[in-house]
């Protein structure tokens, strides 16, 4: 036998030819590279399809006979081409045809079976294959050795140039037979608790399996492992955190939590006041709290934050609140400073003797501004400040900080989040909120190390938002959707228009707009899914863009005499807040925007949404748009515009029909992929879930996070599972090169 070879293995060492095509071709230069290169499907010898299930310019893989072959001379050219007919398993002819005839005769005698794959195209009104890659199954036949297939199963694999299904069967069985696993990454009880195979059984089941049952166990087997991982990652995290000293911080009786609650001019909701206990039980401990707070959009998150913040201020400490982007923490500033009034004017003439001070921190302010709201937040009379990314910065040091408040979290790494968590003496509390509310299963794998609340319930009074789809190729249709507008502004209400993307200048690589283009490719794949064969091959039709629809509607004439604006995310930033500003003083009827709105956004009196090729956008992100209009006492309507007829309709019926946002959460993870669900940010995760399949595998998840659990409590170092503490640290060398190419 040869040495043994590990994961770590190059491929190279073991195998010439093929490694060279593997690593240029899909980046595959270890053995480990090689065993995570998983088939896409399997095909059965024996039941091999047949040629009539695939479409015209569909990649075809199939099982055929060989029934006769011709070569004949070109009429065009001076070459010859060779054809072979071939029958499928139900006698559907097809043919297979090469310019190049060498060595295709030989191999492609009558009454041989061959796996054949190609495009799939016409000829003479017979299904052709033109250059097909092939292999021949027949185990007589020369230089095919139908043996390596361990079963009547062939593995496909993601089409790689050079090298056919069988020769990447033969390759992995050669590294099978050397492979040396070590320690396995799931400890022994574990696979007994649960029922799992081994590793090097898992890989032999994916990759030369004899029944269908044998993958799904492999499969199985990989994805606990993966979840497992990821799960005893943040369970050491957590154990990590429950470690530290944190300060209690409580409210005192008559101070500024007290004052704040007395000329609140709204009652809380009871969610509400349970997720407050809950936060304040959690900051009255002496180890750091770690909470998530996820809640349905417009539930009132803000105001929960704010009192935990007051209450920080209360016990003599600090808060910071992060807010993704500067629109989002000018907002919190206004509105912040509006609920507290006087309160926010602590030692000032005219302010409240208990108040405190509100600080604005953004990267877009000058040096000298900067410089003042630096001072003032190290040497104390600042209680809250609020800002963006600049918060994390070196400079910025507190006088003592004491919770650290993070809005709309899934813009942010856990990288930045404890970045901020440095920046104190002790550790303090940490809140977190999320824009949308996430499935189980997310919350479980991304925000694993985090207690969590949960706010289902909209404040009383609340009018629903309506929402209704309109085909916007019908001009009546769109007509009435500009009237419904301008009815809304006649009612002393706002409107905002929503666009994809913001006009013909906006560069090739813009974030947001390679994001749309992406989902809406990808449309409702699903996971595995062979990208070989794209579900969209037309051209997406171009999409609407702020200018142009500004300039659009200010001609239109059911809007004649409103005042209408736009905003988009590479306004420089004092225009973003002057527009901004503008709006939420009710100087702006009507606000043209891309979804720099879409997080936070907080304009109680906008009542209406008209979102433009909604079907560009994903259910939850439409879901989280809506949130913005209805959040008054008014209600809403939201009209989701739209040119595309078919799939995208249904998925939008089903956003105007629901208003639970955790119930289109599920949905959206079942249409799509959990880095979409997130939104654009998060989805340098995705990549880094390789089996887990976030809908399908939530129990699983659930199992692996108990399990977790259980190793961390009592082998906190993992001494005992060298195995699972290779495949973490693994895992956390991934996460950081992701994170450095995030950056
Ligand atoms: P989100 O949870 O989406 O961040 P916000 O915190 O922005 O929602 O709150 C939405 C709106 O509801 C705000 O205008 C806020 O002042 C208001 N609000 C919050 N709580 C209540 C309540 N208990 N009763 C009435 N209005 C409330
Ligand atoms: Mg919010």
Redesign the pocket.
Known sequence: MADPITRETRLSKVVGAPAKKLATERDIVTVGDLLDFHPRRYIDVETSGRITDFALDDHVAIVATVVSGTTSRNRASRGSRFEATLVDAEDNEFSLVFFRPYGHEQALQPGRRVLARGKLGEFRRRPQLAHPTYTVLDADAEGSDLDVYAGGLVPIYKATKGITDMGLTKTLKLVLEQLEVGADAVPDHLRERRGLIDEREAYRRLHLPRTLAEVESAKQRLRYEEALVVQTVLAQRRAKYLAEQAVPRTAPKGGLLEAFDAQLP????TG?REVADEIAADMARDVPMHRLLQ?E???????VALRAMLAAVDSGAQAALLAPTEVLAQQHARSIRAMLGPLAEGGMLGGSAQGTQVALLTGSMTRRQKEKVLLDITTGPVGIVIGTHALIQDEVMFADLGLVAVDEQHRFGVEQRDALRDKAVRAPHLLVMTATPIPRSIAMTVFGDMETST?REL???RQPIETFVVPSTNERWMQRTWQRVAEEVARGHQAYVICPRIGEETPEDDQVLAELERAWREGTVEDGADDAEPPHDEEPPPMRGVHEVLAQLREEPALAGLRIESMHGQLPTDEKDAVMAAFASGAVDVLVATTVVEV?V?V?NATAMVILDADRFGISQLHQLR?RVG?GDAGGVCLLATRNEEAALNRLQKVAETTDGFGLADLDLSLRREGDVLGAQQSGRRSQLRMLRLKQDADLIEQARGDAGELVGDDPELLRYPGLERAVTERLDEQQVAFLERG
Request: charged fraction near 20%; hydrophobic fraction near 25%.
């Open positions: 709204f009652q809380l909701t509400q809640g959009v417009g539930s009132g998150k803000t105001v706010l404040p009383r009074g936070g907080d109680p949130g959040r």
